[in-house]
């Protein structure tokens, strides 16, 4: 196989940034696949190379295999990374990808069909024993069949992609008069981010906690456990913020569903760092998929296991890591990650697009920064809303929030409204802190929009003053009865 | 830029930037937004609060499904059309009773933010 002199990153925003940094650690070359959207980002800039690949529209750049494997070629790359989202889970994608003589980094097309397909991966599970939610995981998706199908599992019933991940074409359903059009929403949703409508049925656990564990399968295909992460603080089945390791789970648990990770990876005869989801419910956990890809909060267990997921990938897919039976990796400390959404906490969480201004990550130990974006780039509307992520580690989990709550209250976003403040909020609640959230913590305690706070009298004559100072006047303003702003603070 | 205003006789450390009329001030672990022309808080964008008879883009992004045509009848929180943006999936929902009065996009359409996507002629007995 070889070393690799050039890497393709199908990707965009931080995780290209992610990949280029262990690229160059490792002394490789980059070429940044992007659309013609993409040109004013992080990633852009940091690339050795850049190829256009296409539009804005992902269909027509990041999700096309075509273009992507082209642009490859094109850039002398000998590997593609896929990163996670788009084209990371397809398993076309990755045989293109081998049938062009490039490597895949990644698991192979044939365990990406049996993992990652979440209906094949349960038919993989049932053999193997392991515990499943019930559900329909059958080939005919006519809405009319899905929706007795939906009827026999019994409401609240979740309508989820086969094909996908990350929150997207999944519905939850809580009773028959909504079901069709929430199927029908879930299959559209499905076709439009992964390119399948597939999609398939599953009792909706009402107090459960995500856990998943992280696997990686070397170079030989031995597969190892990275231990576990929890991300139970979901919105709308996205995650916000997630954690290693997971405050919740006894030692017994965690061998124990460590195993079972372990055991269908195996099966699967995984390569590479992929995640298995359970849900625990009640001392019990059932599998929920398998993401055959990096995850997006790899970054806890790198911090609390002193790891780089990225360069062990890229290593694996050159045939030269392998796992070191007398190392043992014990989790050190505590690490949360919060994702920055470009978005309105005060107006229900809707996107926020446009040209960010100034941008801030305060330095300090124990913080680690992801981001794709600098002053003066784009967050444009064709993408996920995932602008950035914070990372903390600290000695245990209550200094971990206590450091993430002063980290993000320190942070700088401007042009663009961000979840910042949602964030701090979560971070505050009392059943956060505790540790006991289920996946239901989001729409139990933060259904509604956050209310706008009043701007204080503090705020109002800070914000005179930076217009006086902005606009070249006085060096502040230091009085509210002589501002020449006075009048227009009235009615507020 | 890192600004200091000095408010009885305590310095106060920010940071602000002016962008297209709007003042950005991040003060004391918190951003806040002021429009600058008029030195009010920034007014919040179209599609938001109020029961209003127009059903308006919440974000800039393209129509996938429009539930309803022109005349049918409409409830509160009833979905009348469906948005695509960031890849995710907005269902916009009415705000009033009434009928439909008109439809002003088509699926496949890219609007934006604020747009008046469809007109609601309110049940007038309410």
């Not at chain 1, 789970?249 to 055991?263: I, N, Q, S, V, Y």
């Not at chain 1, 009043?454 to 100072?469: I, N």
Request: hydrophobic share 40%.
């Amino acid at each position: 196989m070889g070393k690799f002199s050039r890497i393709a990153i199908a990707n965009r925003g931080e995780v290209a940034v992610r990949i280029i940094k262990a690229c160059e650690e490792l002394g490789i070359e980059t070429v940044l696949l992007h659309s013609e959207a993409d040109i004013h980002s992080r990633a852009y800039r940091m690339a050795t190379k850049t190829i256009c690949i296409g539009p804005a529209a992902t269909a027509e750049s990041y999700l096309n295999i075509q273009a992507n494997i082209n642009g490859a070629l094109a850039g002398g790359a000998q590997a593609i990374h896929p990163g996670f989202g788009f084209l990371s889970e397809n398993a076309d994608f990755a045989e293109a990808t081998r049938k062009a003589g490039l490597v895949f980094i990644g698991p192979s097309p044939e365990s990406i069909r049996s993992l990652g397909d979440k209906v094949h991966c349960k038919e993989l599970a049932k053999q193997a024993g392991l515990p499943l939610v019930p559900g329909y995981q059958g080939e005919n998706q006519d809405v009319a069949h899905l929706i007795v199908q939906a009827e026999k599992i019994g409401y609240p019933v979740i309508v989820k992609a086969a094909a996908g991940g990350g929150g997207r074409g999944m519905k939850l359903i809580k009773s028959s008069a909504e079901a069709g059009e929430l199927i029908e929403s879930a299959q559209r949703e499905a076709q439009s981010a992964f390119g399948s409508p597939k999609v398939f049925l599953e009792k909706y656990l009402d107090r459960a906690k995500h856990i998943e564990f992280q696997v990686f399968g070397d170079s030989t295909g031995n597969v190892v456990h990275f231990f576990d992460r929890e991300c139970s603080v979901q919105r709308r089945h996205q995650k916000i913020i997630e954690e290693a390791t997971s405050p919740s789970l006894t030692d017994e648990l965690r061998r124990r569903m460590g195993e079972a990770a372990c055991a269908i990876a195996t099966l699967g005869k995984y390569q590479g760092a992929g995640t298995v989801e359970f849900l625990l419910q009640d001392g019990e956990f059932y599998l929920l998929e398998v993401n055959t890809r990096l995850q997006v909060e790899h970054p806890v267990t790198e911090e609390v296991l002193g790891v780089d997921l990225v360069k062990m990938q890229i290593l694996t897919a050159q045939g030269e890591f392998v796992h070191d039976p007398k190392q043992i990796r014990a989790p050190k400390g505590h690490s949360i990650e919060c994702r920055i959404y470009a978005e309105n906490p005060y107006l229900g969480g809707v996107p926020s697009t446009g040209t960010l201004g100034h941008v801030e990550w305060p330095e300090g130990p124990g913080r680690r920064y992801e981001y794709g974006f600098d002053d003066g780039d784009t967050i444009t509307p064709y993408y996920d809303p995932m602008i950035a992520k914070v990372i903390v580690w600290d000695e245990t989990r209550s200094r971990a929030i206590q450091k993430m709550i002063r980290v993000l209250k320190d942070s700088v976003v401007f042009g663009v409204h961000t979840n910042i403040p949602y964030l701090i909020e979560i971070l505050s609640h009392k059943e956060f802190v505790m540790g006991t959230m289920t996946t239901r913590f989001i729409e139990t305690y933060f259904s509604e929009s956050l209310k706008e706070p009043t701007l204080s009298e503090t705020e109002k004559k800070v914000a005179e003053g930076a217009l006086l100072q902005l606009r070249g006047g006085g060096e502040s303003a230091t009085s509210l009865a002589v501002s020449p702003w006075a009048s227009y603070w009235r009615g507020i | 830029m890192e600004i200091k205003v000095r408010i009885d006789g305590v310095d106060h450390k920010a940071q602000a930037q002016l962008i297209k009329g709007t003042l950005w001030v991040h003060h004391n672990g918190r951003v806040f937004t002021v429009d600058a022309g008029t030195g009010r808080k920034s007014r919040k964008k179209a599609g938001a609060g109020g029961s209003s008879d127009q059903v308006m883009a919440p974000m800039p992004g393209k129509v996938t499904k429009i539930l309803l045509n022109p005349g049918s009848a409409v409830s509160i929180g009833q979905a009348v059309l469906v948005m695509e943006a960031m890849k995710m999936e907005y269902t916009l929902k009415a705000e009033i009773d009434g009928t439909i009065d008109s439809i002003n996009c088509t699926v496949g359409e890219q609007v934006a933010l604020g747009k008046a996507l469809v007109r609601i002629k309110p049940t007038t007995d309410k």
